[in-house]
Nanobody
């Protein structure tokens, strides 16, 4: 069974940082580009960032530019999302998803992502 499992979410004060983890089970992440998405209460899901199989990141959400990074550890079969300078507007459920492509598209195509995690809640509040 192919699974993605996110972890690392929680309650963070404004200005803080988090590192989210996306672990794969049942398949090797090294052949997949990984996208990070988020869905805030009452809003549509949006793409945040994609990391290619070689580790190159493509940022989709302008609001996180300069405050986010993604890296991967293929030996551990994990991908990470680092969020910095967190703001209340970053409060959302964060998801990782896998697409069987080496490269991330310059534009987001959510429909091509094949496997999705269950999400991890990030709440930014004082």
């Amino acid at each position: 069974q192919f699974q993605l499992i996110e972890s690392g979410g929680g309650l963070v004060q404004p200005g803080g940082s988090l590192r989210l983890s996306c672990a794969a089970s049942g398949f090797a992440l090294e052949s997949y580009s990984i996208g990070w998405f988020r869905q805030a209460p009452g809003k549509e899901r949006e793409g945040v960032i994609c990391i290619s199989t070689s580790g190159t990141a493509t940022i989709y959400a302008g609001s996180v530019r300069g405050r986010t990074a993604s890296d991967r550890d293929n030996a551990e079969n994990r991908v990470y999302l680092r969020l910095m300078g967190l703001q209340p507007s970053d409060t959302a459920v964060y998801y990782c998803a896998a697409v069987p492509r080496r490269l991330c598209r310059p534009y987001l195509d959510e429909s091509e992502y094949q496997y999705w995690g269950q999400g991890t809640q990030v709440t930014v509040s004082s």
